[in-house]
């Protein structure tokens, strides 16, 4: 789990940490997601925006959503419904499936299914302000060993499922799809 904290600069007790716990730092995009923040104002409006991080790559992507926290100054994203924003509804990763182009260059909207996965920046604001980020690496491709594809007989990659539309969708494992590199198990588990 990746915890980062900031000091305040608006709200809240003065020089009163935020802290936003987001987890797992690196998984694939099919692994649940946490994310929860606490040292927020209490019962204020709290505003939670993730943008992929692409180097040289296309144009970010981009969602956001308003929040109020709780009166103890905390907020979980799997319990919390947004005010406002890119989707509405309590879930954890919300901020990663209503991810949208920020611009028309950013199209097509399908993902690219040979890139090894994509980096969330995620970003905490009150009154405007910073008040805490981190970073997620989504990797959106499975390995199976050997091992595992003769247990469950489901060779295949697991991708995000491509639906119409720009945001990035649930996934499901699809077996008719090229398999992935296998990886032996350990001498001796057989």
């Not at 600069?9 to 929860?36: E, I, K, Q, Y």
């Not at 994509?118 to 905490?124: D, E, P, Q, S």
Request: proline content about 13%; aromatic content about 4%; overall charge positive.
């Amino acid at each position: 789990m990746l915890a980062l904290a900031a000091a305040g600069c608006s709200s809240g007790p003065p020089n009163a940490p935020v802290r936003l716990d987001a987890g797992p730092a690196t998984a694939t995009f099919v692994t649940p997601v946490h994310v929860s923040i606490s040292g927020l104002p209490a019962a204020g409006l709290v505003t939670v925006q993730a943008q992929t991080v692409a180097g040289k790559g296309p144009p970010p992507w981009r969602s956001a959503a308003v929040f109020r926290a709780s009166t103890a100054g905390t907020l979980n994203l799997a319990t919390a419904v947004p005010v406002s924003g890119s989707y509405h509804t309590a879930d954890a990763a919300g901020l990663l499936w209503s991810l949208q182009p920020t611009s028309a260059a950013s199209v097509p909207v399908t993902i690219d299914g040979s890139a090894p996965g994509f980096t969330v920046r995620l970003t905490v604001l009150t009154g405007g302000h910073v008040r805490a980020t981190a970073t997620l690496l989504r990797q959106l491709t499975v390995t199976a060993s050997t091992e595992t594809v003769r247990r469950t007989a489901s060779p295949g990659r697991c991708t995000p499922r491509p639906r119409s539309g720009p945001a990035l969708p649930p996934s499901s494992c699809f077996p008719d799809q090229p398999a992935l590199r296998t990886v032996p198990p350990p001498k001796g588990s057989r």
